[in-house]
């Protein structure tokens, strides 16, 4: 199990005058663990990537990271603990992959046999002996992927891994991802592909502004948001009514009402208590999409404006 | 540690710039020794005993291109991110520091031994290519062997201090391109003849044996200057390397 613990990293910024400290990470303690597959979500500027590189000990700050009870670097091996892709372009661009490879096992003390498995597991075989350089997104995303398999680890950190592959390769990807955690090993993974998300992982940790807002399974997670129930009828403004004396919240949506955390059976009641004709009554789960704006919601770091807000 | 070290070595055997680097030293110090050094050489030039230790020390102003490989060597690594793979393989970052001031040594010492080599070589096929000869030549091996690979394993300590200190490929390179030609020519209009202290300055001792402003210094005088800067710096480097963050 991976345990990070009190993760903080803050960054200055500013002229000499005015300097401010902004915090990247803040506190944040959470847990990946073994056989199953930890998804890490937050919107840009969270601090996602921040907290991946404090846990791998690139960046120096508070708090520490321990894998199955121990420090990474108290370990002979570090590549055979945690493999990791956090940028997909993190090679020498004239570099070939296979050399590029080739330059990582001998860094883990592997031996080179292995490079040709993994270019093999990637599907990059082919261009083994090509300059990355003129690689497109999704190569050099299998390259790094690649590079994270080389040491057989326990654990996978994987930051926006599906980033650029095409949706053949997202498949592979979700299904490897899922494999591998089955054989007793944990992966973190990062995506802003939350359908991917929810299809791939059991675990998710949600964090916003450098915090943690939630660190559940995703079933927990979506259920704990409830069922909404949509909600179709002849008189509209009679159904209104009658939610209101009943006391229940709705939303006014273009064709029909929703009422959250309601139950499709009181809905009906209510409608024909009412003397309503029902055309439509369905019961709606959270998705992970509604569930992650919710829960992200006001701390998003960088936010777009439509020209009517802006106004 | 052995892992490291093979690391470091693929690396900078893995990319053509180094061949390409060190392909255009040994060419520039063979046209240089041969045609200017050797074919073009005056008479007075030819009765001088101590003219192909002379050469040597000349072409040794090219180790320079060891600090550039060494800039490279350390700078590529940030530039382009490959830092996150060589600090999560190791689990030391001294380890890993090392390993690199161990190969840019060892490969320094490879590029000095060549121009070493090749300088008299072709300086002397050179000269009898003219139709001419050289008077008996001098050669204090001991002192020409310790000066060269000292001045060429320097250049690389050089270069691979600056990019660890600076991590900025035109930042290192600017810095070591800079501080001799720029820098400390301008201290040295300050501090006149104590400017045989400033680091450039004193190894250029080691082979020059010229003088600034007048004064001058021994070539084991200068290496050892020139060393307590280094060692100085290293300490910096060591330290910005442990605790800065892998960006």
Redesign the interface.
């Known amino acids: 199990m991976i345990k990070a613990k009190n993760l903080s990293k803050s960054y200055r910024s500013g002229n000499l005058r005015s300097r401010t400290t902004k915090k990247a990470v803040d506190d944040l303690s959470f847990e990946v663990e073994t056989g199953k597959v930890t998804g890490f979500l937050g919107p840009n500027g969270a601090g996602k990537s921040t907290t991946m590189?404090l846990m791998?000990?690139?960046?120096?700050g508070k708090g520490s990271t321990s894998y199955d009870g121990k420090p990474?670097?108290?370990?002979?091996?570090?590549?055979k603990i945690?493999g990791?892709l956090?940028?997909a372009?993190?090679?020498?661009?004239?570099?070939?992959a296979r050399?590029h490879l080739?330059?990582?096992a001998?860094?883990?003390?592997l031996p080179d046999k292995r490079v040709d498995e993994v270019l093999d597991i990637v599907g990059l075989s082919d261009v083994a002996k090509s300059k990355p350089g003129k690689f497109s997104l999704g190569m050099s995303q299998r390259l790094g992927i690649a590079?994270a398999l080389l040491g057989e680890p326990k654990y996978l950190i994987l930051d926006e891994p599906a980033n650029g592959l095409d949706p053949e390769g997202i498949a592979w990807l979700r299904q490897f991802i899922r494999d591998y955690a089955k054989q007793d090993r944990g992966v973190l993974v990062s995506s802003h592909l939350l359908s991917e998300m929810s299809l791939m992982a059991d675990n998710v940790v949600v964090i916003g502004k450098g915090k943690l807002i939630a660190d559940t399974s995703i079933k927990e997670l979506v259920a704990g948001r409830g069922t909404s129930v949509f909600v179709r009828v002849d008189k509209p403004a009679a159904l209104e009514t009658a939610l209101k004396a009943a006391d229940l919240e709705y939303k006014k949506e273009t064709k029909g009402i929703t009422v959250p955390a309601a139950k499709t059976d009181v809905i009906g009641k209510l409608a024909h208590s009412a003397d309503l004709t029902v055309l439509e009554l369905a019961a709606k789960s959270a998705s992970l999409e509604q569930v992650f704006l919710e829960l992200t919601e006001g701390a998003e770091e960088f936010q777009a404006h439509s020209k009517e807000t802006k106004k | 540690m052995m892992a490291s070290l093979k690391s470091e070595f693929r690396k900078l055997l893995s990319v053509r710039t180094t061949y390409i680097i060190t392909a255009g030293v040994l060419l520039f110090v063979g046209f240089i020794a041969f045609y200017v050094e050797g074919w073009r050489l005056k008479p007075i030039e030819l009765a001088k005993p101590d003219q192909l230790s002379s050469d040597v020390f000349g072409a040794l102003s090219l180790s320079l291109f060891g600090a550039v490989i060494a800039i490279l060597q350390m700078t590529h690594e940030y530039r382009y991110n490959t830092i996150i793979y060589t600090l999560t393989s190791s689990n030391s970052r001294s380890r890993v520091l090392l390993s690199k001031f161990i190969v840019i040594s060892c490969y320094a010492l490879f590029l000095t031994t060549l121009i070493s080599l090749l300088s008299p070589i072709a300086t002397y096929l050179g000269v009898h290519a003219a139709g001419h000869s050289l008077v008996p030549q001098h050669l204090y091996y001991k002192d020409l062997i310790w000066r060269s690979l000292f001045f060429g394993w320097s250049y690389g300590m050089i270069g691979l201090v600056l990019a660890t200190i600076i991590r900025s490929q035109v930042g290192a390179i600017v810095a070591l391109f800079i501080t001799p030609a720029a820098i400390e020519p301008l201290l040295t209009q300050l501090l006149n003849a104590k400017a045989v202290y400033l680091p450039f300055t004193s190894l250029g001792m080691v082979t020059g044996g010229e003088t600034v402003k007048g004064a001058s210094i021994t070539p084991e005088r200068g290496a050892l200057v020139f060393l307590i800067y280094l060692v100085i710096s290293w300490l910096v480097a060591w330290y910005l390397f442990l605790r800065r963050d892998a960006t």
């Open positions: 590189r791998l000990g690139l960046d120096n990474l670097n108290s370990y002979q091996n570090p590549s945690v990791i956090l940028e372009k993190a090679f020498h661009p004239t570099r070939t050399n080739k330059v990582l001998a860094a883990g003390d590079a």
